[in-house]
């Protein structure tokens, strides 16, 4: 338990040691980056869940990304004005459910409150992976993968080819999140600062959150689902219900991300559900060492950044293919656990996450 | 509808069935021998027909197609040697991984070699304004070379897997690798000689379609999708039945076009694959038996 803490205590000091260390070096453009990773670990350490923990594979998590991104963007860009007379409009109005913006040409612009749109985003989520997560997760092995990859490419064909998203543009000038007045979800450069600890807040929150999931009665049920799942079943672990509950939270986990992210970037395309956006958090979920929160959390913070500040130039998606084959092939249990980081580790005195059971 | 249109569509759906059949037989004939699912084997299709294009220049168009199908053959089995072959029994999951790996890698090196364009080879015969006629119907002579050209492979196929002995031995193997050991059969080179196969069949079918659909380094993924969904409608490791489920949902696909955006065409096949994974995951020709025996 204390470890658990001592380790959150650390991760904080290292998020305010960056921040601080960009300050004096003057190069905060870096926190851009940061942020943006961060929301996407958030992805990663839904997916750690899944996959590490209940041992279910899913190639359609950005799908889920996509579907709270995309449902946030829609709801705050669509204009209400034509309809501000009708009863349901004022309704909401009245109840503060709407705000005015103008747009860059002064024109008004009457949509719903991004509050709204989030919780409206997440319900959306929830109900997509409920009546998709039923049906899909009575599967295995190659045919889960299949189906989850197909469940991805039918978002992605969605959003390519409707029109409300934007088909191949996707959906731009999405306005900031005021999550509390003064604090707000935005792109601005005056904001950058802020929104690296608003990112990294809901990061440290997530993994917290998982950390005591994990150690709770869910958590040992989950393992046991991984272990032997029918063993778990005659033990009197309702599996099912466990797989599907914690499908439903990983996908909540990347609907809040895509949520977050399409505000601070102002707007979202369909590359976002793309297939290797699937297959890179799994790459990055694998790298980690499957079922390890801080691997899952330290590789996504590093790929991400490197990757979103372009240093695999036009090798991106090769670098990912690469990660998955040598992980899969060489060190299965995830880069921190190789044998040489291990005897590093006990060179440094640093016991964090020993075994298999994550952080503790 | 007329009916010479109907039988437009029902021609276009042949055509891409049997293409998606293909791609399904390479899938079962590395699932029998191993358990897995070779999620690059939508790349082989890529790989056969861009090599056979980057050849063409050089040689006669049919010699560049046998080379290309053989080069194929080949980084297959290297595939297998260098990737699966040493692996102790891995799991089902880290075999997932390693093989989609693998589709990515093939695909950014394809991008690297040949870039975004898009290719074809030249028609067989004709060019693409050239038809036969069936009474009002009119067919590109390249569609006869792609049923023509595939059926006959089917049929090799069978008869391979039937009368040849190192086609028995294969199917042995994938009846119970450890009896079929005990008998003397060297069961890691069967597995690699089933990559060769599916990495074979997918080059040729890429090479015959590749005319009428025309090649790109990013075909394979979308194949992939269809070919596994053939592959699960007639039942995972039944090739005949691919062939049937194959022409079924090539039909399905081309008649969907007609009252859909053609946007929405690929999310046709996929509902389709998701429905059947839901409901029948023992495929439409699998007996209640055999899918209690099973795990999906």
């Known amino acids: ?3 658990r803490y001592l ?14 260390i960009t300050q004096i070096t003057d190069t905060t453009y ?3 980056q940061l942020t943006m990773a961060a929301y996407y670990s958030l992805v990663i350490l839904g997916l750690t869940l899944l996959m590490g923990y209940a041992g279910q594979i899913s190639l359609g998590h950005a799908g889920f990304f996509a579907i709270g991104g995309y449902t946030s963007a829609v709801l705050t860009t669509y204009n209400l004005i034509p309809y501000k007379e009708k009863a349901i409009v004022k309704v909401m109005a009245s109840m503060g459910m709407l705000q005015m913006r103008e747009d860059l040409y002064g024109g008004q612009i009457l949509n719903l409150h991004p509050w709204i749109a989030f919780l409206l985003a997440i319900a959306i989520t929830v109900a997509v992976a409920y009546v998709i997560g039923i049906p899909v997760l009575k599967l295995k092995g190659h045919y889960l993968a299949m189906a989850t990859l197909g469940f991805g490419i039918i978002i992605y064909r969605i959003v390519l080819g409707t029109p409300l998203f934007g088909e191949a543009d996707g959906i731009s000038d999405v306005p900031a999140f005021g999550l509390l007045p003064g604090i707000e979800v935005s792109g601005d450069m ?3 600062i ?3 600890y608003i990112a990294w807040v809901i990061v440290i929150v997530a993994v917290l959150l998982l950390l005591n999931l994990i150690d709770s009665r869910v958590g040992r049920a989950l393992r046991a689902i991984h272990g032997a799942e029918d063993a778990a079943d005659a033990m009197g672990v309702n599996t099912a219900e466990y797989k599907l509950k914690t499908f439903i939270l990983s996908a909540v986990f990347a609907a809040t991300a895509g949520v977050f992210l399409t ?8 590359s976002e559900a793309s297939v290797m956006k699937s297959v890179r958090y799994v790459a990055i979920v694998a790298a980690g060492g499957m079922a390890s929160i801080w691997g899952a959390l330290t590789m996504a913070a590093v790929l991400n950044f490197l990757s979103l500040r372009g240093y695999f130039g036009s090798y991106d998606d090769a670098v990912f293919g690469a990660i998955l084959i040598v992980i899969m092939l060489f060190a299965p249990e995830g880069i921190l656990r190789l044998p040489v980081m291990k005897n590093i580790q006990r060179l440094l005195r640093f016991k964090p996450s020993e075994g298999s059971d994550g952080a503790s | 509808m007329s009916v010479e249109l109907f039988f437009q569509y029902i021609v276009a759906g042949i055509t891409y069935g049997i293409i998606y059949a293909i791609v399904a037989i390479g899938f079962n004939i590395i699932y029998n021998t191993t358990g897995i699912i070779n999620f690059a084997q939508g790349e082989f299709v890529m790989l056969g027909s861009m090599i056979a294009i980057s050849l063409t220049p050089y040689m006669p168009l049919l010699l560049a197609i046998i080379l290309a199908v053989i080069i194929t053959m080949l980084i297959g089995a290297l595939i297998e040697i260098l990737f699966i072959r040493w692996l102790d029994s891995p799991s089902v999951l880290r075999m997932i991984i390693i093989t989609i790996g693998l589709s990515i890698l093939i695909r950014e090196v394809a991008l690297a070699i040949w870039g975004e364009n898009v290719r074809a080879l030249p028609y067989f015969t004709g060019n693409e304004v050239s038809s036969i006629s069936f009474g009002g119907v009119h067919i590109s002579p390249q569609v006869l070379w792609v049923i023509g050209v595939c059926t006959v492979m089917v049929l090799i196929l069978q008869a391979f897997f039937k009368f040849t002995m190192v086609g028995r031995q294969m199917r042995a193997c994938a009846a119970n690798r450890e009896a079929a050991r005990l008998c003397g059969i060297n069961a890691k080179n069967m597995v690699t000689l089933s990559f060769m196969l599916s990495a074979g069949i997918g080059a040729v079918a890429g090479c015959v379609v590749s005319p009428i659909t025309y090649s790109q380094y990013n075909m394979g993924t979308g194949l992939a999708i269809k070919g596994f969904t053939v592959a699960i409608l007639g039942g995972l490791g039944n090739s005949m039945a691919a062939v ?3 022409l079924l949902l090539g039909t399905i696909e081309s008649f969907s076009i007609w009252i859909m955006p053609t946007a929405y065409k690929d999310a046709i096949s996929i509902s389709i694959l998701l429905l059947i994974l839901f409901l029948r995951p023992g495929g439409l020709f699998g007996s209640k038996e055999e899918m209690t025996l099973k795990e999906f």
């Open chain 1, 194 to 196: 802020q929104n690296y």
């Open chain 1, 263 to 270: 505000h601070f970037n102002g707007g979202i395309g369909p």
């Open chain 2, 244 to 246: 049937v489920a194959g």
């Open chain 1, 7 to 20: 380790h959150i205590t650390l991760l904080s000091i290292f998020v305010v040691a960056v921040q601080v």
């Open chain 1, 1 to 3: 338990m204390r470890g």
């Open chain 1, 190 to 192: 005056s904001m950058r």
């Open chain 1, 30 to 32: 870096y926190l851009t």
